[in-house]
T-cell receptor, first 116, second 109 residues
């Protein structure tokens, strides 16, 4: 089945630094990639939707200048958390949609970000 | 507005059966998903229903009633490894997933 590879799985960074998270679709072309954030004991919160070759669509309340999304190819999307603060510590998960299937939502393995 | 409701937590006994309910309100409807998520891990796909009725897949079954905006996930012969959160998600007319807060299922020996 479809596989989405997400890296890194865990990252600890200092306040004020930037962190890049990568998601790659390994055996299909991901025309659309979704980026979620999940705080402990809460559900997934959609941050933004990115389409290959165009600007990402951000959900209300998500700062686009802080969470930079790049979807430069059909197999790679990146999320960069800029000037990270402790409140950005969370579990970030990407999900790619295999354009050929309605139910083809595949999740990456997630990135646990801790900002100290 | 769009909304997904499911219980916060449920407890069941190993070997028993448990039903996790979900009600949904979406702008348009393109199906209902169930995902399983173990602590600290990404969700994994369990089922997808777009037509009314019961879909059975091994120990797990999922039911949908579009007229009632209702779905349930049925887990049989519960095993300790089934302890996880179960997320219900509706897909709206834009093919966007609307997520419930998840139901934490606790299995006791």
């Amino acid at each position: 089945g479809a596989v989405v590879s997400q890296h890194p799985s865990r990252v600890i960074c200092k306040s004020g630094t930037s962190v890049k998270i990568e998601c790659r679709s390994l055996d299909f072309q991901a025309t659309t990639m979704f980026w979620y954030r999940q705080f402990p004991k809460q559900s997934l919160m959609l941050m933004a939707t990115s389409n290959e070759g165009s600007k990402a669509t951000y959900e209300q309340g998500v700062e686009k200048d802080k969470f930079l999304i790049n979807h430069a190819s059909l197999t790679l999307s990146t999320l960069t958390v800029t000037s990270a603060h402790p409140e950005d510590s969370s579990f970030y998960i990407c999900s790619a949609r295999d354009g050929g299937e309605v139910n083809g939502y595949t999740f990456g393995s997630g990135t646990r970000l801790t900002v100290v | 507005g769009q909304n997904i409701d499911q219980p916060t937590e449920m407890t069941a006994t190993e070997g028993a059966i448990v039903q996790i309910n979900c009600t949904y309100q979406t702008s348009g409807f393109n199906g209902l998903f169930w995902y399983q998520q173990h602590a600290g891990e990404a969700p994994t796909f369990l089922s997808y229903n777009v037509l009314d009725g019961l879909e059975e897949k091994g120990r797990f079954s999922s039911f949908l009633s579009r007229s009632k905006g209702y779905s349930y996930l049925l887990l049989k012969e519960l095993q300790m490894k089934d302890s996880a959160s179960y997320l219900c998600a509706g897909m709206d007319s834009n093919y966007q997933l609307i997520w419930g807060a998840g139901t934490k299922l606790i299995i006791k020996p």
